[in-house]
């Protein structure tokens, strides 16, 4: 009798299809930064899959597009690799002034709606002022897909970019992960494939957790990097602060210089 409980509790048991979890319905959303208007698809609300969160456009990337767009001179004739660039509204607006763009995710779902995206401003954008968009999976503290950007973009990149890309998961009790020592593993490699020349991370941050500040800057720390915050950046996003910090390699390892971490 009792083994007929259990069995009958095991029938009520749902097995949902992953596709379940996956809402599709972009929506084509304007965007304008400055003089910078850019159209794309994205959803406008979270998915039920934390895995998920590259199909929206986060604060922490229009806080980057407004810096990128009030420094384009910065930008013009650079090659540019992006981390975690979920519909790729970063990359898009990069286009328009660098001379290579390469946008990454790790997510296939993502991925796909990157490539639609690629896809509406080659159509549109037809310029040979524009640089070209390339969209590749790179999932960080990979080796292999590492090694794979690294053998296919042998000359590196003069930029790596970055907003809203480090998350923390919890449970109800405890920290469980984090995206952040290998997200700094990945980006150390990319910074040294130039070797000694300049090659500069970009990261639009938005201070969601104290943790995660301290984890930011101790991961710099251990990968030997130089981390400041840009002046003139930090702003208010909500209830949110956010900031733009400019990170390299430094040239002597003794102990990490930490300017303007939300206090």
């Known amino acids: 009798m009792e083994r007929k409980e259990v069995d009958e509790e095991d029938d009520d048991v749902v097995c949902l299809d992953r596709s379940f979890f996956i809402d599709d319905n972009y929506q084509l959303t304007t965007f304008e930064f400055g003089s910078q208007v850019i159209e794309l698809y994205c959803l406008h609300s979270a998915s039920t899959d934390f895995d998920l969160t590259g199909q929206l456009v986060w604060p922490g990337a229009m806080l980057l597009n407004d810096y990128l767009s009030k420094n384009a001179e910065t930008l013009k004739g650079c090659s540019v690799i992006e981390l975690g660039s979920g519909v790729g509204i970063t990359g898009i607006l990069c286009r328009r002034f660098c001379a290579k763009v390469v946008m990454t995710d790790h997510n296939d779902e993502v991925l796909k709606i990157l490539k639609k995206n690629i896809e509406l401003h080659a159509s549109a954008e037809d310029s040979p002022c524009f640089a070209e968009l390339y969209a590749q999976k790179l999932e960080w503290g990979d080796s292999d897909q590492i090694n794979g950007v690294v053998r296919k973009y042998p000359e590196g990149f003069d930029l790596i970019l970055g907003a809203d890309i480090y998350i923390l998961f919890y449970n109800r009790l405890f920290f469980q992960q984090s995206s952040i020592p290998p997200l700094f593993e990945t980006v150390r490699q990319l910074l040294q494939m130039r070797g000694k020349i300049d090659c500069k991370f970009i990261l639009g941050y938005v201070s969601r957790a104290k943790m995660m500040d301290t984890m930011v800057i101790a991961e710099a ?43």
Request: hydrophobic share 40%; aromatic share 4%; with cysteine.
């Open 221 to 263: 720390g251990k990968h030997g990097m130089l981390i400041e915050e840009v002046a003139g950046t930090r702003t208010m996003l909500g209830y949110l602060e956010g900031i733009i910090f400019e990170i390299s390699m430094r040239l002597v390892r003794c102990g990490v210089r930490v300017t303007g971490m939300p206090g």
